[in-house]
């Protein structure tokens, strides 16, 4: 299996921009997770998804951030419009607690994204 | 509330030297799981171990180690002999025991450089 594979890799885009950030999680995986790491707030889980349906989104800091899971193999987090805070490193990763016990995350590469 | 506590920010050594990474938890769950993670310079978060509360055994992998203690609501890592490629971040992280998969709760991290 390839991972979990996210896109882009690096984004730099402006304030007041739309941000779209992707994610595939592995095969067979019905847990997906957001998470952001910056320096000041370390790793902070936005968003959880269980079989496309999001189960907790009581770390999405505001109306700005969306995400979504159309299926089970594909994921995205919108921030619009996006701000300089919003800079930061957005990772996802997959679990199956059935494959793999719970919590056991594999993360993606993340999505490294500067808003100027 | 569940909060991990990495008090060490960043470690030092030379290679060959064994290091540990300290980790305090507070939760008032009655199970739960305790985590290690590694986030190399590539910058994926790597998992590394999972320890469910009612195990109290401690852990050796190779040259890793785990140091569970329930009393001091401890999870210690160490690491024997080190290696330069053993220099990286290394999260602990804490998740209540649901059954299936829930929020983690992460510290801020130690960077450890292992030189040469």
Redesign the interface.
Known sequence: DAGVIQSPRHEVTEMGQEVTLRCKPISGHD?LFWYRQTMMR??E?LI?F?NNVPI?DSGMPEDRFSAKMPNASFSTLKIQPSEPRDSA?Y?C?S?S?VLT??????????SRLTVL | AQKVTQAQTEISVVEKEDVTLDCVYETRDTTYYLFWYKQPPSGELVFLIRRNSFDEQNEISGRYSWNFQKSTSSFNFTITASQVVDSAVYFCALSPDTGANSKLTFGKGITLSVRP
């Open positions: 847990y370390g790793l889980l959880y269980n907790d490193v990772f990763a679990s607690g016990g719970a919590n056991v995350l594999t993360f993606g590469a993340g």
